[in-house]
């Protein structure tokens, strides 16, 4: 019997299917059985799904949902996963150790630790499990660890339909099951939207339905009071939540109005007004209640956010009069959505070099949990931050610090950038009216720019670039990009490594597409038929996509992920582990291709709207004069290009060659050593290593395609 079974239920297409699967069967805990629950065994989903079961005897298809594939599991525990979820790397290892640590079969229901990625952009969103009930059920099924036994003894079977899991989380916690928390993040769900193709909403009559059912059953137990009562809230805090984005919905009211009547434990207080109007059934109050509220909310948050800056102030001030700390390094990166890009590579060094210095990392909240365990992380905002940014000697940043920071006298500001120009930047987008409205006050910025002291660049085109963009006092360090030092670092093991971790497989060409983002309106699928590009390549290649503005495409889409040629890295936080992995580049006007340039692989520039982007947004040079390989103008351009081996040729290596003697002129490696040595160690420029050649080079070789380097100016 297994110590796990994991049930996938596929409702109609198989969309992220494989990924999902692949997150299971790539578990470093192996005692586990996989049932892939297709309510239309003959869809292309219950066909994969058979695809997977001759590969792998873990495998099993069954046709059915949720409570199918319980009656199929035989596993000691279950987790009901959708097409959506995927199981972190090492979950199953860090579950069964919890589960061993509560003592055998001591734990009936276990919550996981989880976080959602939202459609519309590839940021994780972590929700926290401390402070929660075990037993509340609002905790997602998908996050939920079940002793089967536990739910045999109870006879609990999953409700048939969608919509079902608050039903069946109510009636779980009414069971009275032994429960236990693991904050380890173990479920990443992949959001997708809502109607248009997405996934559709749980209709009121749906919801309400669940909330009757275990509130039916609930009345037919001797529930402890606080128990009554936490249930009872719990419920109708969903079933407010719905009301609110559904208030003209009169019937959804009405009922929802007398089940809170019939059902409501006795001397429970009904808290808030909204609460108040639902139980009584005034539907036209609750109705007009929402713009009343949003005008009384932002008068108090204008008068909230006021004493909020007079105390934020007021601290900082009290900081400032504090000594520096010589030895205080903060570091940050995209206003603090995690551990990223140079400031990053500059931080790692910083820590082998310069072990005197303390480093601090800024991040958002909810980029805590995916922080490296070893670096100390401090919250955007908290009082910590205000104290590090008031004492540090030296900060590193690839944007710019808030307004509020003030520059002391005596601090060390590096300006890491995170890209190399080819669209306008700072105070010459002032010509571009859209960019620039969208820049907001270049004063302000100016004022940003006055604190930096050093400014790095990663070839001379970028140190003529800052110059005229950001006009100051700063100084230049032509050091090369920190996070490009490990393209010339890796090993092709780790290569390998990546292209496993995200399922390349051996034989395939990785091709990196990664699109830019525009300043203008632009349907983008299409223009660009994802899923007809990936269909006619052929089985030599496999597409990486790094754009999220393709997830919710059409069948055909879905289909190029199923049959294995299109891979979403989309949401994967380390850019440069997808560039390792991939054999060649497919860009537009991405500053990505300069940093790619580094592991002299080919690139292709898709330009189909080349006259529009550079009239819009302006940019520095010609690329379609100057670019790093082949240009293709059309969808169909770039397949002649990429099928005819044009991509790879004598004329593609030479126009690579030209590129790189331009735009990796100070990338070689050892950007990171110069910066720290340079900044944090106070060593002159004639004892920091030199760059070295471009031609004595060698970045890490691609994994499928192996052919001899370009050669270097």
């Known amino acids: ?9 596929v409702h109609d297409i198989a969309g992220r299917l494989p990924t999902a699967l692949d997150s299971v069967l790539a578990q470093s805990f192996t005692d586990v059985e996989l049932l892939v629950a297709c309510l239309v065994p003959d869809s292309p989903a219950g066909a994969l799904a058979a695809e997977y079961a001759e590969r792998d005897s873990r495998v099993v298809r069954v046709a059915g949902a949720r409570d199918a594939g319980l009656r199929a599991a035989t596993g000691t525990y279950v987790l009901f996963l959708d097409t959506g979820d995927v199981l972190a790397p090492g979950a199953l290892a860090g579950i069964d150790a919890r589960l061993q640590g509560a003592g055998g079969d001591a734990v009936d229901v276990l919550r996981l630790g ?14 926290p499990l401390e402070g929660r009930d075990p037993a509340d059920v609002r905790l997602p099924v998908w996050a939920t660890v079940h002793r089967r036994a536990f739910l045999r003894e109870h006879g609990l079977v999953p409700p048939a339909g969608r919509g079902t899991d608050l039903g069946w989380a109510g009636l779980v916690t009414l069971a009275a099951g032994r429960s236990a928390v693991l904050p380890q993040i173990c479920v990443r769900r992949h959001e997708r939207r809502q109607g248009g193709g997405g996934t559709p909403a749980v209709a009121g009559v749906e919801l309400l339905d669940q909330v009757e059912l275990v509130l039916d059953r609930a009345a037919g137990q001797d529930l402890p009071e606080d128990r ?17 984005t559904a208030p003209r919905d009169r019937a959804f009211f009405r009922r929802a109005g007398r ?8 001397g429970l207080r009904t808290r808030g007004l909204r609460n108040r109007l639902l139980r009584r059934g005034a539907h036209t109050a609750f109705r007009v209640l929402p713009p009343l509220g949003r005008w009384t909310a932002r008068v108090r948050a204008y008068a909230a956010r006021s004493v909020l800056r007079r105390r934020r102030a007021l601290l900082y001030a009290w900081y400032l009069r504090r000594p520096l700390d010589e030895n205080l390094a903060v570091f940050a990166a995209y206003w603090g959505r995690g551990y990223a890009c140079n400031p990053a590579a500059v931080h790692r060094k910083a820590r082998e070099l310069a072990p005197h210095i303390r480093s601090v990392f800024l991040v958002k909240e909810k980029e805590l949990p995916h922080m490296p365990e070893d670096v100390e992380s401090v919250v955007i905002g908290s009082r910590r931050y205000w104290e590090v940014m008031a004492r540090a000697k030296y900060t590193f940043n690839n944007v710019n610090f808030e307004h509020a920071v003030r520059k002391r006298p005596g601090t060390v500001h590096v300006q890491t950038h995170h890209g190399t120009p080819l669209k306008r930047m700072g105070v010459d987008q002032i010509e571009y009216p859209a ?18 002291d050093f400014s790095l660049s990663s070839n001379s085109h970028s140190t003529e670039v800052w110059s005229g963009a950001y006009p100051g006092a700063f100084a230049h360090l032509e050091y090369g990009y920190p996070r490009n030092d490990r393209f010339y670092g890796a090993a092709p093991a780790e290569v390998a490594a990546i292209r496993a971790r995200l399922g390349v497989p051996e034989d395939r060409v990785a091709l990196l597409y990664a699109p830019t983002y525009r300043d203008y309106p632009r349907d983008v699928a299409a223009q660009f038929d994802l899923a ?33 040629q299109l891979i979403d890295v989309t949401s994967l936080r380390d850019t440069e582990d997808v560039c390792l992995a991939s054999d060649a580049l497919i860009t537009d006007y991405s500053s990505i291709m300069f940093d790619y340039a580094n592991l002299d692989r080919p690139i292709v520039t898709y330009a189909d709207d080349w006259d529009v982007y550079r009239d819009t947004r302006g940019v520095y040079f010609d690329l379609l004069a100057e670019p790093p390989g082949h240009v293709a103008r059309t969808q169909d351009e770039l397949l ?35 910066v720290v040595r340079r900044v944090l160690l106070g060593q002159s420029e004639e004892e920091l290593p030199p760059v070295i050649p471009l031609r004595e080079r060698l970045p890490v070789p691609a994994a499928a395609v192996s052919r001899p380097r370009t050669p270097a100016r």
Not at 231 to 244: C, G, M, R, S, Y
Not at 261 to 266: K, L, M, S
Not at 647 to 658: N, P, Q, V
Request: glycine share 6%.
């Open 640 to 674: 002649h290009v990429l099928t005819s081996g044009r991509w790879c040729d004598e004329r593609s290596a030479a126009l690579r060659s030209r590129f790189r003697a331009r735009f990796c002129e100070f990338d070689d490696g050892q950007a990171a050593e110069r």
């Open 435 to 452: 960019v620039a409205a969208a820049t907001g006050s270049f004063g302000r910025l100016m004022r940003r720019v006055d604190r930096w």
């Open 1 to 9: 019997m297994p110590r796990f079974s994991i049930i996938v239920t």
């Open 532 to 564: 007809r590009f990936c269909a006619r390549l052929g089985p030599e290649f496999v597409v990486l996509l790094r754009a999220h503005y393709f997830l919710d495409g059409d069948a055909g889409l879905r289909q190029a992920v199923a049959d294995g």
């Open 114 to 127: 989880h976080e959602r990625v939202p459609w519309w952009e590839g940021e994780p969103v972590a929700e």
């Open 228 to 244: 009554a009562r936490a249930l009872f809230t719990q419920l109708f805090a969903e079933v407010l939540d719905h009301a609110v």
């Open 259 to 266: 089940l809170h009547r019939r059902h409501r434990p006795a």
